[in-house]
């Protein structure tokens, strides 16, 4: 009997009857090339054979893929930080006082900036299980770049404000999709460093952006490093687009890999429903990776909005000097996003449960360089203070890659992009709600007050991370299983079809 999973589902052997080829005819009259009747509704699994079916990728696609969607994603992440280095001079060209610098562009922009981003995050998330990716992805470049060319032409408050909003939701929705796209070009055993490729890059294009505004905007203006970041982003989008293509989804899945090597015409075309929702809210591992980031980035989001400013302004250094002391936090965050994906990586493949103990006490540990940068001699003592940020960004920096890595490892193919964008929107409620509790903690307690209650972030948020010791390797299993029971439960349907089918051509 055909099996129904191949290009030609209803081949007939050598020696084959002419009545046997008459059923196969039969067959393919009812139920189509692919030999699986289609079904309307939330079916387990669909099993297509379209005219050019995927072709599995090689590894030189995949490291250019890999390379031009990191990239993009560089220079789009570039955008995300231009104003913080030069805030006092924003502030100044709007006539405003410290106090509304503080609660307008450091609490209201950066708010808003945020959480916009936190809706099209899921948003972008759910049409990638349906769209193009790509095409998304480019999408949202767009979205973000055109915004950032129009500050140009920036007067009044009002219009930064509508300019960065749009941005927001650029980078929102940008941020599942590289993830999600590069998680069907790696299999579990290299997510974690894969993650942390990504992430490095995405820091990068914040520290590059900010590098560019804190040096470039004070003798340029704060315009001009928007559009010397947004122009190569767009050129570089349109040659991702032409270059590139939509990798094919569950190929790299371990449960997966002898249905796609044996039958050629396989297509994993399953889609997002309400019931697999339900399935992703109520996974231990997913509810402690993406519950994390609504503590975890309350430090980030005062650091990236108000650091920048508080060592220039508080602590008398130049806007060279304290944008340098974030650069090397910067650093340190991409010696961490990279050293710790790779450690994290090594544990992972060794002993799954290890993985988020060595998250959760990196990140907890992250809080005492912190409060030295915040608290010590920053004058006197540079070299100690930059050193103390190299700490910051390496020990905060860990988190990142293996969360996200264990986010695409215990959920499917299709609820990657939901997951991911679930976690993107804590981030983008914890950056944008941080600096407005920042700015609201500031009018009482004064600077340095807020900015040190607001590092004490990362203790909760590397306490959850700890509990998912304790699931992360009982959830990936049952993704696992969750899949073959699929397939089984498929190969069951086609086999009864062809038996309908060979019957009915008989009578």
């Known amino acids: 009997m055909a099996s129904g999973w191949g290009p030609e589902p209803f081949e007939i052997l050598d020696g084959g009857t002419k009545e046997e080829a008459a059923d196969a005819r039969a067959g393919e009259?009812?139920?189509?090339?692919?030999?699986?009747?289609?079904?309307?509704?939330?079916?387990?699994?669909?099993?297509?054979?379209?005219?050019?079916?995927?072709?599995?990728?090689?590894?030189?696609?995949?490291?250019?893929?890999?390379?031009?969607?990191?990239?993009?994603?560089?220079?789009?992440?570039?955008?995300?930080?231009l104003m913080a280095p030069n805030l006092t001079a924003v502030a100044r060209d709007f006539g405003f006082s410290p106090d509304q610098r503080d609660r307008l562009l450091g609490g209201v922009v950066a708010a808003s900036f945020y959480l916009v981003g936190a809706p099209a995050a899921l948003l972008f998330g759910w049409l990638c299980d349906r769209v193009d990716r790509r095409r998304l992805l480019f999408a949202a470049v767009v979205l973000g770049e055109a915004p950032a060319l129009l500050t140009l032409a920036v007067r009044r408050y009002w219009q930064l404000l509508l300019l960065r909003v749009l941005t927001g939701i650029s980078l929102g929705g940008a941020f599942p999709l590289i993830f999600s796209l590069v998680g069907d070009l790696t299999t579990t055993a290299r997510r974690a460093t894969a993650a942390a490729v990504i992430q490095v890059s995405l820091g990068a294009g914040l520290a590059v952006g900010q590098g560019i505004a804190g040096f470039v905007g004070p003798s340029l203006g704060w315009r001009a490093p928007f559009a010397i970041v947004a122009a190569p982003t767009v050129v570089l989008a349109v040659l991702m687009l032409c270059t590139t293509r939509d990798p094919p989804r569950g190929r790299t899945e371990e449960a997966l890999a002898e249905v796609f090597e044996g039958n050629p015409g396989f297509v994993y075309d399953e889609r997002m429903t309400w019931s697999k929702a339900g399935i992703l809210l109520r996974t231990p591992t997913n509810i402690c990776a993406i519950?994390?980031?609504?503590?975890?980035?309350?430090?980030?989001?005062?650091?990236?909005?108000?650091?920048?400013?508080?060592?220039?302004?508080?602590?008398?250094?130049?806007?060279?000097?304290?944008?340098?002391?974030?650069?090397?936090?910067?650093?340190?965050?991409?010696?961490?996003?990279?050293?710790?994906?790779?450690?994290?990586?090594?544990?992972?493949?060794?002993?799954?449960?290890?993985?988020?103990?060595?998250?959760?006490?990196?990140?907890?540990?992250?809080?005492?360089?912190?409060?030295?940068?915040?608290?010590?001699?920053?004058?006197?003592?540079?070299?100690?203070?930059?050193?103390?940020?190299?700490?910051?960004?390496?020990?905060?920096?860990?988190?990142?890659?293996?969360?996200?890595?264990?986010?695409?490892?215990?959920?499917?193919?299709?609820?990657?992009?939901?997951?991911?964008?679930?976690?993107?929107?804590?981030?983008?409620?914890?950056?944008?709600?941080?600096?407005?509790?920042?700015?609201?903690?500031?009018s009482g307690l004064g600077r340095t007050a807020a900015l040190n209650l607001a590092a004490a972030g990362w203790l909760p948020c590397g306490a959850l991370i700890l509990l998912a010791a304790f699931s992360v390797e009982r959830d990936e299993e049952a993704v696992q299983a969750r899949l073959r029971q699929s397939i089984a439960r498929m190969a069951e349907e086609v086999g009864e079809r062809e038996l309908l089918t060979a019957a009915g051509s008989q009578h």
């Not at 250094?317 to 450690?343: D, E, K, P, R």
């Open 29 to 81: 009259a009812e139920f189509g090339a692919s030999g699986v009747k289609p079904t309307a509704g939330d079916s387990p699994l669909h099993i297509t054979a379209p005219p050019q079916p995927p072709t599995a990728v090689s590894r030189r696609e995949a490291a250019y893929m890999m390379a031009i969607f990191c990239l993009t994603g560089c220079l789009l992440f570039a955008d995300q930080n």
């Open 291 to 442: 519950g994390q980031g609504l503590f975890g980035c309350i430090p980030w989001g005062m650091l990236l909005t108000f650091l920048n400013d508080f060592l220039a302004q508080e602590r008398r250094l130049s806007v060279q000097a304290a944008t340098t002391v974030l650069l090397c936090i910067g650093i340190g965050g991409a010696l961490g996003v990279l050293g710790g994906g790779l450690l994290g990586q090594w544990i992972y493949n060794r002993r799954k449960a290890a993985m988020p103990v060595f998250i959760g006490l990196s990140t907890m540990l992250g809080t005492l360089p912190m409060w030295y940068v915040l608290n010590g001699d920053v004058g006197r003592r540079y070299t100690a203070t930059l050193v103390a940020a190299l700490g910051v960004g390496f020990a905060s920096s860990t988190m990142g890659p293996n969360a996200r890595a264990m986010l695409l490892n215990v959920n499917e193919p299709e609820m990657r992009g939901l997951a991911l964008a679930l976690q993107s929107m804590l981030d983008d409620l914890g950056k944008g709600l941080g600096p407005v509790f920042v700015a609201a903690l500031i």
